[in-house]
């Protein structure tokens, strides 16, 4: 399969989990055009990790949202994937298979679901349950998830990119503004491993709440720009065990 993608991950300090992501992506029947790391000023080895893997390496900012739109502005394909530095592809023939269930739909831009290998029960239920929800509701209410999201590049370039103002659900309202110049969808032929470390750190009830909160707002189409609800880029989070 003949493909033109640009991966794009924002960076900082992931010296940890960058590599696990990057031999997911070393191993697929399907290789992207190019792989750009946006890297917001890690003081840990992410920078010679990534120029290892042969990773063009940028500026970042201190959010996802900015070093997505700063990895967008140098990526050379029609077709971006911006991807968490935490997650990790499934098995060889992620890309072949999401790529194939993206052309086939005819999309503009869609999100992945979500699996995680380790954690507790309840993260398990967790997760499958916000599977099912996305995509029961995905025709009327836009779940975006920052972790793993395609979009055709001039979709991405007409609405402006990545609100950075935004402080949490800017991979929401990125794809609720997506939508209306294209059809948007979750993929289901491959979900993508997600880690639970945001979860272990700020707690599950806290992250639950934050979720929801957000959700209202956006509903109402207040954006989150003031800082009523904290985020960090550089929590330092730990190693998950095996």
């Known amino acids: 399969m003949q493909t033109s993608l640009s991966i794009v991950i924002p960076t900082r300090n992931e010296e940890a989990y960058l590599p696990l992501l990057l031999n997911s992506i070393a191993i697929q029947t399907v290789q992207p055009t190019e792989i750009i790391v946006a890297d917001a000023q890690s003081h840990d080895k992410t920078r010679t990790i990534a120029k290892k893997y042969g990773c ?4 970042g900012g201190n959010h996802p949202g900015i070093g997505r739109n700063k990895g967008a502005a140098v990526a050379k394909s ?3 994937l911006f ?8 098995d060889k023939h992620f890309l072949e298979e999401t790529l194939k269930e993206f052309k086939s739909k005819d999309l503009s831009a869609a999100c992945c679901l979500a699996m995680i290998t380790r954690g507790k029960a309840i993260d398990r239920f967790g997760i499958e349950f916000s599977n099912f929800y996305f995509v029961a509701t995905e025709k009327f ?3 975006g998830v920052g972790y793993c999201t395609f979009i055709l590049r001039n979709i991405h370039e007409q609405i402006g990119g990545y609100d950075e103002k935004i402080i949490v659900g800017e991979d929401i309202d990125y794809v609720t503004r997506a939508s ?6 979750f993929l289901i032929s491959k979900k993508v491993i997600i880690s639970m470390r945001r979860y272990e750190v700020e707690g599950r009830m806290k992250l639950f709440f934050k979720y929801m909160y957000t959700m209202v707002n956006l509903l109402f189409s207040r954006k989150i720009i003031n800082g009523k609800i904290s985020y960090s880029f550089n ?3 730990p190693k998950e065990n095996a």
């Not at 063009?56 to 500026?59: A, D, H, L, R, Y």
């Open 56 to 59: 063009i390496v940028v500026e």
């Open 78 to 80: 029609s077709l971006l």
């Open 83 to 90: 991807l968490d530095a935490d997650v990790t592809l499934p």
């Open 141 to 143: 209410v836009k779940h």
């Open 180 to 185: 209306k110049l294209g059809k948007f969808r």
């Open 235 to 237: 929590h330092k989070y």
